[in-house]
């Protein structure tokens, strides 16, 4: 079946610096990608719709400027958390759908600041 | 405010017995509800959806019920069985693709 990687897995870094994820489509182009964060024993939130070769679209209280979303192409979507604090600190997980109109989601990346 | 509930944070279930697991929505305009299964340390992997024409909809062992006048859906697992342990989300399909997700229930299936 379809399958989407996300890399890291997990990653660590101190605060006021930038880390990159990266979500891809591995067998399937996806014209949309999802990115959603979901804090421990919570539900998973949508924080942005990645959008190939446009703006992404964010909800409500997400900040664009520090959550930078790329989908330079059909397989890949990146984000971007910029001067990352501890309270980034989260599992961040996308997610794509199939020709097929499946959803599919990535196995997600733990993001800890310190 | 909180579209999609999950009202219990957790459930603990023996093997073999059947697992009953409740979403309650807000809007009655959703019309499409899927369930999924979450691992630790991994992403969400679809179990079964639902449509609003329908009131149940089965697929081996896992059956899903809408009761839409009450805004309410149901996740049924029988037998259950240990690799059932898991956090289940039900979620809700708002427009094209977005979904918006209840709180989970972590589902524990005792030997």
């Known amino acids: 079946g379809a399958v989407v990687s996300q890399h890291p897995s997990r990653v660590i870094c101190k605060s006021g610096t930038s880390v990159k994820i990266e979500c891809r489509s591995l067998?399937?182009?996806?014209?949309?990608m999802f990115w959603y964060r979901q804090f421990p024993k919570k539900s998973l939130m949508l924080m942005a719709t990645?959008?190939?070769?446009?703006?992404?679209?964010?909800e409500q209280g997400v900040e664009k400027d520090k959550f930078l979303i790329n989908h330079a192409s059909l397989t890949l979507s990146t984000l971007t958390v910029t001067s990352a604090h501890p309270e980034d600190s989260s599992f961040y997980i996308c997610?794509?759908?199939?020709?097929?109109?499946?959803?599919?989601f990535g196995p997600g990346t733990r993001l800890t600041v310190l | 405010d909180q579209q999609v509930k999950q009202n219990s944070p957790s459930l603990s279930v023996q093997e073999g017995r059947i697992s009953i697991l409740n979403c309650d929505y807000t809007?009655?305009?959703?019309?499409?509800f899927l369930w999924y299964k979450k691992y630790p340390a991994e992403g969400p992997t679809f179990l079964i959806s639902?449509?609003?024409?329908?009131d149940k909809n089965e697929d081996g062992r896992f059956t899903v019920f809408l009761n839409k006048s009450a805004k309410h859906l149901s996740l049924h697992i029988v037998p259950s069985q240990p690799g059932d342990s898991a956090v289940y989300f039900c979620?809700?399909?708002?427009?094209?693709?977005?979904?918006?997700f209840g709180q989970g229930t972590r589902l524990t299936i005792n030997p």
């Open positions: 979620a809700v399909l708002q427009g094209a693709q977005k979904l918006v």
């Open positions: 067998d399937f182009q996806a014209t949309t």
């Open positions: 990645s959008n190939e070769g446009s703006k992404a679209t964010y």
């Open positions: 639902i449509s609003s024409i329908k």
């Open positions: 809007n009655s305009m959703f019309d499409y």
């Open positions: 997610s794509a759908f199939s020709e097929l109109d499946t959803q599919y």
